[in-house]
């Protein structure tokens, strides 16, 4: 008896054991890599009162090193469906599609224009609603096109198209702030504010489009087509309402303290040619005056900027001169924001600006007597100043054009 | 009571650190930014103070009555009919707590991440492992959350410090703009998803020094920063708007995370903290329903209990929680005053009954003698 009963123990602990082992492999909801099909760009557009949605899928094999073999195929795929609603278009994918879509690693979304003029929150829903979108990929209006054009268009220098978008948004957005990225968290907040209207990147395809959509144009160095950002687009409310061109763009820029550099340049006072100053620190600051019964905005951009290029015989080893390019700079800076601040109250009626923010988070109780900011925007004034200061010259003192003997 | 297992101070700070952070980690900051808007983490501050009252009278009914546990106050409160009525009451409304939780768990794992698992599958899982750490006893899982306790703190270090820069302090403003009214009622609805009450089960285990009602407000408070830290980086990432939408919104502010394009999306070290400490809470919530249990029916021991009790668990579970939706609406609605009759309004009974009856006992030494013995 003792004996079975000795038995009997170790067996039900392998048993035990055993079955243990089946949960240890952890595979209820498994997805292999190679079941899946990586979307890195998605594109959304309207087709009548349809969504035709576009997705571009890495092709795994093409994309990896061994570059010698890759010419044949294709390094990303795009496949095209309609819905009614976006997750019923791209459930119809699947009938063109091998593998189940997978958006974790989505780099890019482009909302055509037709979309952004209809309204955006509509299709945004989904995204972010689903568990497999994160919140790191940037936001963008085709410009004069159609989202799913742009997707089917190559790249040069990145086989991945969505990729090179990404990386392009981020080094232009850092070094020249005419651009803008905006990722999904950053839309629906400025959506759910009432004194901050959203606006996105515009994209658009420079060069001829018909040519673009084959890997043989990667075999010529001066590129056929390309995806350029331009400028942004100015939502009222989810509609989209204008566009922002370059000096706009660096316009909201600068009020929302998001330029990290960008260049400027000055036409000199008295010789033919240009200065280029380089904005290496800006900050701008509202301070908004509700003592009357429209609230004053006076907005102070502090900048440092740095002499980057002279091209005419400017003496800048005199302080004067510096003095004098700072005012300059100045009045560039100013009616550059003045211009900007004008077309949106008067032309484009939309504050992306924040001012309403502003005068919310300042003066609460000002704020909720105030029952339409849109309209009250339009008749506000907004005072500017800049105050800039030219710390560095660079590493020579003269300019290449002084020392030219004639 | 034979053979009480003892736990150190610190232990037991360890476990309340735990106990606070469970469930609410994860899901308070929505409704405090629901509520309060950008004052939501003013709420979590004004919650925390709330707790740290609340655990007051705890302390005052742990030092009148060191030995006993919840249930065998009510008895020696209200003697035998009444006090096991009240204590049933408070048995069944561990048990219920700690079904919600299991719930809890497993709707968050199927949204998230494992949404092709069956839920039961998940919750039994989980189960297995709460039963597993209960009938171990409080000694072995006391040690485990003793263990896990820097992990826990690293993990949430490493949560917290990527964040730090992207905290846009105007997300924070205008402060008190819609007065203190809804600051109060979010701070109420957050401290009803503590209920520490449950660790007045628990307190006869503990070695009693001078310090050790410092070590049960310590832990609170411990616990109340994480989680005021925590409400104060959703809101302040996401703003208040982006935080009241989100389900799970201290997941999606871990999504945020990225130091230069290579440490990203280490949000699962979200899921181990969150996993983490509402096992811990689980496993104390039933022990405490099992202890409860065994001293209203004398049991002299209650280890066959424990499977069967947290099978029932699981049943319990998926019939309390039939759609995230409902449980969001009741929690957020009927929660916090229903969950104050246990937390609150009961243990404050007990104290003033028991403040009475100390008076009385001590004018008359023999008949609490007795009392002494029959408990």
Redesign the interface.
């Known amino acids: 008896m003792m004996r079975i009963i000795s038995f009997i123990r170790p067996t039900l602990v392998t048993l035990v054991l055993l079955f243990l082992a089946l949960?240890l492999s952890a595979c209820?909801?498994r997805h292999e890599l190679n079941e899946l099909s990586i979307v890195v760009g998605l594109g959304i557009d309207k087709k009548g009162d349809r969504y035709n949605v576009t997705a571009q899928i890495v092709n795994p094999s093409q994309v990896s090193s061994k570059q010698g073999t890759s010419s044949n195929f294709s390094p990303v795929i795009s496949y095209e469906a309609t819905g009614i609603s976006i997750p019923e278009a791209l459930s119809r994918m699947t009938a063109k599609v091998a593998r189940q879509l997978y958006f974790s690693h989505l780099r890019i979304l482009i909302v055509g224009e037709e979309v952004a003029r209809s309204g955006i929150s509509k299709p945004l829903d989904f995204i972010a609603r689903n568990?497999q979108m994160?919140?790191?990929f940037y936001l963008v209006v085709a410009k004069g096109t159609s989202a799913g054009k742009i997707l089917n268009m190559y790249s040069p220098m990145d086989p991945i198209p969505a990729n090179n978008l990404f990386t392009k948004l981020e080094t232009s957005d850092k070094l020249w702030a005419a651009t803008g990225k905006i990722t999904l968290?950053k839309l629906?907040?400025d959506l759910?504010?009432q004194g901050k209207g959203p606006a996105l990147t515009a994209l658009e395809i420079v060069g001829n489009p018909t040519k673009g959509d084959s890997v043989s144009s990667a075999h010529i160095i001066d590129p056929v087509v390309i995806l350029k950002y331009a400028g942004m687009v100015a939502f009222k409310y989810d509609k989209m309402a204008g566009w922002l061109n370059e000096n706009d763009t660096k316009v909201l820029n600068y009020i929302q303290n998001s330029i990290v550099q960008s260049t400027g340049t000055l036409s000199c006072p008295n010789s033919e040619g240009t200065v280029s100053l380089q904005v290496v620190h800006s900050h701008a600051k509202i301070h908004v005056n509700t003592k009357g019964e429209l609230p004053e905005f006076e907005l102070t951009l502090k900048t440092e900027q740095d002499v980057t290029d002279i091209s005419c015989e400017l003496d800048i080893s005199k302080p004067e001169t510096l003095v004098m390019l700072n005012q300059l700079a100045d009045k560039k800076l100013e009616s550059m924001l003045e211009n900007t601040l004008h077309k949106f109250q008067k032309q484009v009626k939309t504050d992306i600006f924040g001012f309403g923010?502003e005068l919310?988070?300042?003066?609460?109780k000002k704020w909720h007597s105030i029952k339409d900011w849109d309209q009250t925007f339009e008749k506000v004034k907004i005072n500017v100043h800049s105050i800039c200061t030219i710390k560095r010259i660079g590493t020579t003192i003269q300019s290449v054009s002084k020392e030219t003997k004639k | 009571m034979v053979n009480k297992d003892m736990l150190s101070v610190r232990t037991f700070s360890i476990l309340v650190i735990f106990f606070t952070i469970g469930t609410s980690i994860l899901i308070t900051p929505a409704g405090l930014a629901l509520e309060a808007n950008q004052d939501g983490w003013l709420a979590a501050l004004l919650g925390v103070g709330l707790n740290g009252l609340m655990v007051l009278i705890y302390i005052l009914l742990g030092k009148r009555h060191n030995d006993k546990t919840l249930v065998e106050m009510c008895h020696a409160a209200f003697g035998k009919w009444a006090g096991n009525v009240l204590g049933i009451c408070f048995v069944l409304f561990f048990y219920l707590l700690a079904a919600l939780m299991v719930g809890d768990l497993g709707y968050f794992l199927t949204?998230?991440?494992?949404?092709?698992?069956p839920i039961e599958?998940l919750q039994i899982?989980f189960v297995i492992i709460i039963v597993f750490a209960v009938r171990a006893g409080l000694v072995v899982y006391s040690r485990a959350a003793q263990i896990f306790f820097p992990i826990l703190i690293c993990f949430f270090g490493l949560l917290i410090l990527p964040i730090l820069p992207k905290i846009n302090i105007?997300n924070f403003?205008?402060m008190l703009?819609y007065g203190f009214m809804p600051i109060v009622k979010a701070g109420f609805s957050f401290s009803g998803l503590q209920e520490m009450v449950v660790l007045l089960m628990l307190y006869p285990y503990v070695k009693k020094p001078a310090s050790s009602n410092g070590g049960f407000m310590g832990g609170v408070l411990v616990g109340g920063i994480v989680l005021i830290v925590t409400s104060m980086g959703c809101i302040g990432v996401?703003?208040a708007?982006?935080t009241s939408?989100q389900l799970f919104p201290a997941y999606?502010l871990a999504?945020?995370i990225?130091i230069g394009h290579f440490l990203?999306?280490i949000e699962g070290l979200m899921i181990f903290i969150w996993i983490m400490s509402i096992v811990m809470k689980i496993v104390i919530t039933l022990d405490a329903s099992v202890i409860g249990l065994g001293q209203l029916l004398k049991l002299k021991d209650t280890k066959p209990f424990i499977i069967p009790l947290g099978f029932g668990i699981v049943v319990l579970a998926l019939l309390c929680y039939p759609n995230t939706i409902f449980i969001q609406d009741f929690l957020s609605k009927n929660w916090a005053p229903f969950a104050s009759i246990f937390t609150l309004f009961l243990p404050m009974l007990l104290l003033v009954v028991l403040l009475l009856q100390k008076k009385k006992v001590d004018e008359n030494p023999i008949s609490a003698s007795t009392e002494k013995q029959k408990v």
């Open positions: 949960y209820w909801s568990r994160r919140t790191d968290d629906i907040q759910s504010r923010d919310h988070r300042s003066d609460p | 949204t998230q991440n494992l949404p092709e698992t599958v899982l105007n403003e205008p703009e996401m703003g708007s982006v939408n999606v999504k945020n990225s990203e999306r």
